[in-house]
């Protein structure tokens, strides 16, 4: 099982570029990269999935250098609304055919006014 | 979310007790995950159903049971409920993409 390492905490000012960098040493071949964001009381939703090189939504940058063993997320300009538990995680094939997703600790994004 | 609902949000009970908790989809999605969330743990997984009567334990499925009997429901029962299951528990649906899944707003079970 791939094992994901991340920075428990970190601080930002509103408006300041964010980016929170994931190690996954032993990913394999046909896993994904994905990060989910959680906010309290509320179950964790999907933000941005990643194989390789970079990938941009609405939300969110994902970048992932070509030996996949690790991977950061860019949020630009956070706001006070951004704070929240951010989750890095590999996704595996599972037996079933799915998609299993092993949540670590998370990263604790606290936006500072 | 929509498309997911979890009842009941709150419950209290006693040690001992048996407790269901249910998850309910719309979305007529195969997969469905039950995690469980605690201080200083993240989520982890305690049973996931990849179809109607096809379910697999997950990391921590000790002390639990679950049943899919029909596509759109999810149950999660504790046969005898301990102080060690106090958490809060969240059903998630799932495509089988990794970007596919949709959490629930969570229950949080207290057992005294």
């Known amino acids: 099982l791939a094992k994901t390492t991340q920075p428990i905490s970190m601080d930002s000012y509103e408006g300041q570029e964010v980016n929170i960098t994931c190690s996954h040493n032993n990913i394999a071949t046909n896993d994904y990269i994905t990060w989910y964001q959680q906010f309290p009381s509320q179950g964790p939703r999907f933000i941005i999935q990643?194989?390789?090189t970079k990938v941009t939504n609405e939300v969110a940058s994902l970048f992932i250098p070509a030996d996949r063993k690790s991977s950061t997320l860019s949020l630009p300009r956070v706001s006070l609304s951004d704070t929240a538990v951010y989750y890095c995680l590999v996704a595996i094939t599972s037996g079933a055919g799915s998609y299993q997703l092993t949540f670590g600790k998370g990263t604790k994004l606290s936006v500072i006014p | 979310d929509a498309g997911i609902t979890q009842s009941p949000r709150h419950k209290v009970t006693e040690t001992g007790t048996p407790v269901t908790l249910r998850c309910h989809q719309t979305?007529?999605?195969?997969?469905m995950y039950w995690y469980r969330q605690d201080p200083g743990h993240g989520l982890r997984l305690i049973h996931y159903s990849y179809g109607v009567k096809d379910t697999d334990k997950g990391e921590v499925s000790d002390g639990y049971s679950v049943s899919r009997s029909k596509t759109e429901d999810f149950l999660l029962t504790l046969e005898s409920a301990t102080s060690s299951q106090t958490s809060v528990y969240f059903c998630?649906?799932?495509?089988?993409?990794?970007?596919?899944?949709?959490f629930g707003s969570g229950t949080r079970l207290t057992v005294v």
């Open positions: 998630a649906i799932g495509s089988g993409d990794p970007n596919g899944y949709t």
């Open positions: 979305e007529n999605h195969r997969y």
């Open positions: 990643g194989y390789k």
